[in-house]
Structure formats: structure tokens, C-alpha cells
């Protein structure tokens, strides 16, 4: 098994568990979180998909998505290639303020050379996203 599909697949077992420092422990110290030129649901305000950088940023992506209450979380698929993996998965949750999505989703988790996370990109409907989060989806 690729050593970088070994660790996502530890983080999501640790996701799945609440074991967020577990997480964290295969984040590089500089780890890029949700950074996008363009991305509509950063512009609109939604609280998850702020970018966010370093380890306590990443626990702040946590802190935010930890006042969810998940209804499914699946995993369609997972691919890796050379120092990325990426994740196909299902996610269904009502969020703070009781707004409702079901959703599916990729990660695309990159790696450095010491196999530790150095960027997570999020792809979403972020329509979706900003609807429930309340914003205006024209942006």
C-alpha cells in the first residue's frame, strides 16, 4: 500500500473516531487548508471552507465541523498517485442554526517528502454549501 493512501486512510479512521490530535499529528506544521484563488463558498462566508493555515488553523476547520450533526459519512473511493491522494466520499449533516445538506465530495490530500499533509483542497457543490450556511449563492 502507498505509505501517503496509509495516512489518509489512518486520518479518516481517526475522523471517524473523533480523534482529531491524530489528525493533526500527520499535518506538516505549515499545512495549507482549503486556499483557493476563487472559491465561491470562501467568498460567501462558510465557516468550514475558510482557508486556514497550520496545524491550529486545521483544529479550527475541527472546532467548526466537530458542531455538526453528521447523518453519513461514506467513502465512495480513494486514488493515489506519486504525493497525492484523493478521496471520493459522501457526506450528510445539519449544521449549526439547523440547515440541512447531503453532499458528495472529494478531498485531494497532498503530501511532502517526509509523508506528511501539506495542503487539503475540498471539492464541493459550494452552492450547496453556501445555501445552508445561510449566504447568498450569487456571489
Do not use: C
Not at 23 to 41: P, Q, R
Request: hydrophobic share 45%; charged share 20%.
Amino acid at each position: 500500500m502507498n505509505d501517503n493512501l496509509a495516512t489518509v486512510s489512518a486520518i479518516y479512521e481517526a475522523f471517524g473516531k473523533g480523534d482529531v490530535p491524530t489528525i493533526l499529528s500527520h499535518l506538516s506544521e505549515d499545512v495549507v487548508w482549503e486556499a483557493w484563488a476563487d472559491n465561491w463558498a470562501q467568498k460567501a462566508g462558510v465557516p468550514w471552507m475558510a482557508p486556514r493555515r497550520g496545524r491550529e488553523g486545521a483544529l479550527e476547520f475541527f472546532k467548526v465541523v466537530g458542531q455538526f450533526d453528521v447523518k453519513d459519512f461514506r467513502i465512495l473511493s480513494i486514488m493515489a498517485g506519486n504525493n497525492q491522494v484523493a478521496v471520493e466520499f459522501v457526506f450528510e449533516a445539519v449544521v449549526p442554526g439547523g440547515g440541512h445538506y447531503r453532499d458528495e465530495e472529494m478531498h485531494l490530500w497532498t503530501f511532502n517528502d517526509q509523508g506528511q499533509v501539506i495542503r487539503l483542497r475540498h471539492y464541493l457543490d459550494t452552492a450547496k454549501h453556501i445555501a445552508v450556511a445561510g449566504g447568498n449563492a450569487a456571489v
